[in-house]
C-alpha cells in the first residue's frame, strides 16, 4: 500500500487554494490534505466545508492566519500529534487590493501587502519546519506571481506596485530557504491567469487601462490547479530548488 502524502494548503477557501485542495484530493487517493481557513467553520469556508465532505477523513479544514506566530504554531502543533510530519506545503494564501504607479499607492497598502504576502509565509515556514524536516521528500512551495519577476517588470502592462513589490520579496526568501535548508525542495510557483474573485478585483480596480491583458489567457481554477500540482508532485531539488516556476513549465528571471 503506497504511504499517505500531508499536505499543508494555506488559503484554501477559494480561487486557486480551494481548487487544489480538490484537485489534490481527487488525484491522490492517500492524500490527506489540511487546509488553512481564516475561519474554518464559517460561512467564508462553506465551499471547503462541502469540499471536505466529499473526501471523509481525508481533509482537515484548520485554522490559518496569514503572519499569526501563535496561530500557525497551534496549527503545526494539531499537525504534529496527528500525523508528525507535511511532506507538501503550498503557502498559497495573499492579497492584491491595491492599484496605481508607486507615488500613488499609500504606504500603508504596501504595509498590508507585506504583511501577508512576505511575512505570512515566512511565519509560517517557521511554524512547519521540523514537520517538513520529517518528511522523506518535503517541499515548501510559496505560490508567486510574474508581476514579482524584476526582470519583467517592462514587459507587465499593469500597475502591480504593492502586489509586485511584495511577490518579488516573496521569491527572494522562496529562494534563501532553498539555499539555506540543502533537505528541502522549495521554489516559487506562478499559477498564471486564473479566473478567481482576487484577479477580478484586479481588473476592476486597474489604473493603467491594460488589465484587459490579464483575461487574454485565463484558465479556471480548477485547471491551473490540475496544472500547478502535476508540477509540484514532480518537483526535485535538483530540477526546481530556488527557481522561479510557473504553470507553462518554464522559469521566470
Given at each position: 500500500?503506497?504511504?499517505?502524502?500531508?499536505?499543508?494548503?494555506?488559503?484554501?477557501?477559494?480561487?486557486?487554494?480551494?481548487?487544489?485542495?480538490?484537485?489534490?484530493?481527487?488525484?491522490?487517493?492517500?492524500?490527506?490534505?489540511?487546509?488553512?481557513?481564516?475561519t474554518?467553520?464559517?460561512?467564508?469556508?462553506?465551499?471547503?466545508?462541502?469540499?471536505?465532505?466529499?473526501?471523509?477523513?481525508?481533509?482537515?479544514?484548520?485554522?490559518?492566519?496569514?503572519?499569526?506566530?501563535?496561530?500557525?504554531?497551534?496549527?503545526?502543533?494539531?499537525?504534529?500529534?496527528?500525523?508528525?510530519?507535511?511532506?507538501?506545503?503550498?503557502?498559497?494564501?495573499?492579497?492584491?487590493?491595491?492599484?496605481?504607479?508607486?507615488?500613488?499607492?499609500?504606504?500603508?497598502?504596501?504595509?498590508?501587502?507585506?504583511?501577508?504576502?512576505?511575512?505570512?509565509?515566512?511565519?509560517?515556514?517557521?511554524?512547519?519546519?521540523?514537520?517538513?524536516?520529517?518528511?522523506?521528500?518535503?517541499?515548501?512551495?510559496?505560490?508567486?506571481?510574474?508581476?514579482?519577476?524584476?526582470?519583467?517588470?517592462?514587459?507587465?502592462p499593469?500597475?502591480?506596485?504593492?502586489?509586485?513589490?511584495?511577490?518579488?520579496?516573496l521569491?527572494?526568501?522562496?529562494?534563501?530557504?532553498h539555499?539555506?535548508?540543502?533537505?528541502?525542495?522549495?521554489?516559487?510557483?506562478?499559477?498564471?491567469?486564473v479566473?478567481?474573485d482576487?484577479?477580478?478585483?484586479?481588473?476592476?480596480?486597474?489604473?493603467?487601462?491594460?488589465?484587459?491583458?490579464?483575461?487574454?489567457?485565463?484558465?479556471?481554477?480548477?485547471?491551473?490547479?490540475?496544472?500547478?500540482?502535476?508540477?509540484?508532485?514532480?518537483?526535485?531539488?535538483?530540477?526546481?530548488?530556488?527557481?522561479?516556476?510557473?504553470?507553462?513549465?518554464?522559469?521566470?528571471?
Amino acid at each position: 500500500m503506497s504511504q499517505s502524502k500531508i499536505y499543508l494548503v494555506a488559503g484554501a477557501t477559494r480561487g486557486i487554494g480551494l481548487a487544489l485542495v480538490e484537485e489534490i484530493a481527487s488525484k491522490d487517493p492517500f492524500a490527506f490534505i489540511y487546509a488553512g481557513a481564516r475561519t474554518p467553520t464559517g460561512l467564508g469556508a462553506a465551499k471547503l466545508q462541502e469540499i471536505s465532505r466529499k473526501y471523509p477523513g481525508r481533509i482537515e479544514i484548520v485554522k490559518y492566519v496569514a503572519g499569526d506566530k501563535e496561530e500557525n504554531e497551534a496549527t503545526a502543533k494539531i499537525i504534529r500529534e496527528k500525523h508528525g510530519r507535511l511532506d507538501v506545503v503550498i503557502a498559497n494564501a495573499g492579497i492584491s487590493n491595491s492599484a496605481g504607479q508607486i507615488h500613488e499607492i499609500a504606504v500603508n497598502q504596501f504595509t498590508d501587502h507585506f504583511s501577508i504576502n512576505v511575512v505570512g509565509p515566512i511565519v509560517l515556514f517557521q511554524a512547519v519546519r521540523e514537520l517538513l524536516k520529517a518528511s522523506s521528500h518535503p517541499r515548501f512551495i510559496p505560490i508567486s506571481s510574474a508581476v514579482g519577476s524584476i526582470e519583467l517588470i517592462s514587459t507587465i502592462p499593469i500597475d502591480g506596485g504593492a502586489y509586485g513589490a511584495s511577490k518579488a520579496a516573496l521569491n527572494w526568501i522562496t529562494r534563501k530557504i532553498h539555499f539555506e535548508n540543502d533537505w528541502l525542495v522549495a521554489f516559487s510557483l506562478c499559477p498564471g491567469s486564473v479566473n478567481t474573485d482576487m484577479a477580478n478585483n484586479v481588473i476592476a480596480i486597474d489604473k493603467s487601462g491594460n488589465a484587459g491583458v490579464i483575461k487574454a489567457h485565463w484558465r479556471e481554477p480548477n485547471v491551473a490547479a490540475g496544472i500547478l500540482v502535476d508540477i509540484i508532485v514532480a518537483s526535485t531539488r535538483e530540477k526546481d530548488g530556488g527557481v522561479f516556476n510557473n504553470v507553462e513549465g518554464t522559469k521566470y528571471p
